[in-house]
């Protein structure tokens, strides 16, 4: 891989593994109220489940706002938990297919920009969501660091549930899901992680983004540089990029990768393989764009059955 300049302010080792250890001990003092919902935003035309017991999660956390988590029991219980986490559009998803192949599922939408009810909008930045502006303007302080601690209390409620194997926990998701599937997989490394499944995965190799001008980059990437500071901006991307993660995930890891994807290039992903020290497979879709996909899932259920 081609050094670029920008890796050069990217955090270090120990500088990475104190930040996790610093989410992890903040989520683990923080009281958080949770409250499953009884109105679960089914209709007669569209969303009648076959499966019983999944509804919305409501989780208040002291001094945060209140996020949603959709909540999808196995069928037959006790059984491993999977967590899923939503790409940059905050959407929430239904695992239901996974569920009945005996798994429980539990979707985080961190920072409350989705509800039951549909999107906050008055949390929106400029017509996005501003977890990754406030990530690189605060050097790491906020942004994906609250992110993160709010999946760290959604699945500490999970994990006490009747229905869950505590220490059997695995990762998946798509695009933003994807690269936080691999740093929460970096999180929970001694904290019972077993496997990560990420799909055509954002947050990957940022400096590498830049050298080959995605376009969803250009604002973000030019607005770093105007910052006073611009190293301090590149040192917050380094906490979250998957490069500085990779080293962690020593379970098995599972990337995607699409063909024609302009937002995640295969070449970023790639990179970010070769790192992973465990075992790993690559799957390179040819001529998938950027989005959910279908292989996706079914290599997925795959991979949970194998090391879930």
Known sequence: MTKTPELDFYPSEAEVDAWLGAIWQQAQATECEVEPLEEQGFSMQFGIRHLKGCQYVRFSPEGMDTFYGYWQPAPSQPAPLLVHTPGYGAEMSAHPDLAAQGYNVLHVNPLGYVTPS?????????????????????RGERGYRQWLINCVLAIRWAQV????????????????????????????????????????????????????????????????????????GWYALGLIDALSHARRLTVPVMLTAGGADPTCPPAAIETVFAR???????????????AYTQEFVALAAAWFRLYA
């Open 118 to 138: 549909g999107a906050d909008e008055a949390k929106r930045r400029d017509d996005s969501w501003p977890v990754f502006y406030e990530t690189y303007t605060s």
């Open 161 to 232: 549930q009747g229905a869950v194997l505590p220490d059997r926990l695995s990762f998946f998701g798509s695009s933003q899901g994807g690269g936080a599937s691999q740093m929460l997989g970096s999180l929970y490394r001694d904290h019972g992680v077993r496997c990560v499944a990420a799909d055509v995965s954002w947050m990957t190799n940022f400096p590498l983004y830049k050298e080959l001008d995605v376009e969803w980059g250009r604002v973000a990437f030019s607005a770093i540089e105007a910052m006073e500071n611009p190293a301090d």
């Open 276 to 290: 992973l020290p465990s075992t790993r497979m690559y799957c390179y879709i040819d001529g998938q764009g950027h």
